[in-house]
């Protein structure tokens, strides 16, 4: 894999309810979080791209598949870059972390699934250095339509 990380999660569950988490996760780079909900399956937020802010995400309710490429000339990207993907659910908990120099896209693999992003960017400076790609770029996002696919 690239130089995305992948920081484990999992879940504890006893007569009181279920714990989610990600032990190893740090918020030493974490400036604003934001909660994404998807109320369908059809919706495909993509590609949103950074060339200097990092991204971390950790899906709280359902389950995302998350896609992201690395963007090889910003102004005019290769229509040939490869995207890789992770499908991420609240049971596995991981925490997805996206270095600066990439774009992400995702797309609810159940109703009502939530995401919860972290930046390390305030908001201003995220959307100044933002760039947005077509979602039709990089990646089939019918690949996979449900968790239960």
Same mark, same amino acid.
């Given at each position: ?81 490869? @995207?890789?993907h *992770?499908?991420?659910? !609240? #049971? &596995? +908990?991981? /925490? $997805?972390?996206?270095?600066a120099?990439? @774009?992400?896209? *995702?797309?609810?693999? !159940? #109703? &009502? +699934?939530? /995401? $919860? ?11 100044e ?21």
């Amino acid at each position: 894999m690239s130089e995305v990380k992948i920081i484990e999660g999992g879940q504890f569950n006893d007569e009181r309810g279920k714990i989610s988490y990600a032990n190893g996760f740090s918020f030493e780079d974490v400036n604003r979080f934001y909660v994404i909900t998807h109320n369908d399956t059809e919706t495909i937020r993509a590609w949103q791209g950074h060339r200097l802010e990092k991204k971390f995400f950790f899906v709280v309710k359902g389950s995302f598949i998350i896609a992201w490429v690395k963007i090889d000339e910003w102004d005019n990207p290769s229509k040939d870059l490869k @995207a890789e993907h *992770l499908v991420m659910t !609240e #049971k &596995d +908990s991981p /925490v $997805l972390c996206l270095p600066a120099g990439y @774009a992400n896209g *995702l797309r609810a693999l !159940e #109703k &009502d +699934s939530k /995401v $919860l992003v972290f930046s390390e960017f305030d908001l201003d400076k995220s959307v100044e250095e933002k760039i947005r790609f077509d979602s039709e770029l990089w990646f089939d996002w019918n690949e996979l339509k449900s968790i239960n696919s």
